[in-house]
C-alpha cells in the first residue's frame, strides 16, 4: 500500500499533497505583526492584507488565497522582507503563491495577466517593446472591443507627441530569443 494513501472500509483513498505546504514552511513562524502590510507600497490596493494573506496560507484556505488579487499586486520591492522581525522571506512566498496559481489556478486578474504575457511576447520578438504591436496583441487577447476604445484618447495623445510609432518592426532579428530560451529551461528544470 501507497505510504500516501490510508485504508477506509476496503476503499483506498490517496491523499493529494498540500500545494501551499512549501509556503506555509516559509511563513510558520509569522507572529503577526502586520510589519509587511505596513512596509508593503501596494496594500492599499490589496483585497487581504499582506498580514491576513499570511494567516490564510497558515489555516491552509486555498479558495480564498487564490481568488484574491494580493499576491498578484506584490511588486517584488522586498520591503516586507528586509523589515520582517522574524526575517521570513516573505518575498519568496509571494513569489511561490503566483507559481502555484499560474500552474493550477485561473487568474482572478486576467486583464493585467495577459498585459505582461503580451509585453513579454513583444519584447521576446524584438528585443524591445513595440508599443503598436503589444496594445494591438494586448486587445485581441482580451477579445473586449470596448475595453480597447476606453484608451483611445491616450493611444491619440501619445502619437500625437511621438510617443508611440506606426512603424512596422522589421522581422528576422530576435535578439533576446536566446535569453528566454535559458530562462525557460531552468524554469522546466524546477
Known sequence: MNSAATQTGGSEMVSQPDELAPVKEMVRACIQ?????????????????????????????????FSSRTFTLCSD???????CPRGLPLTEAMEALKQIAAARHPSPDRYSTQFYKTFLQSVRRHGRVNEMEFMALYFARLKNPLFALRFAPLGMKLMRKGKVSLRVPLKGRHPLESIFRNVEALEDRS
Open 77 to 83: 520591492c522586498y520591503y516586507c522582507t528586509l523589515r
Open 33 to 65: 505583526c502586520g510589519t509587511c502590510t505596513g512596509s508593503c507600497p501596494n496594500a492599499f490596493a490589496m483585497d487581504y492584507t499582506p498580514r491576513h494573506l499570511w494567516r490564510m496560507v497558515l489555516m491552509g484556505l486555498k479558495e480564498e488565497i
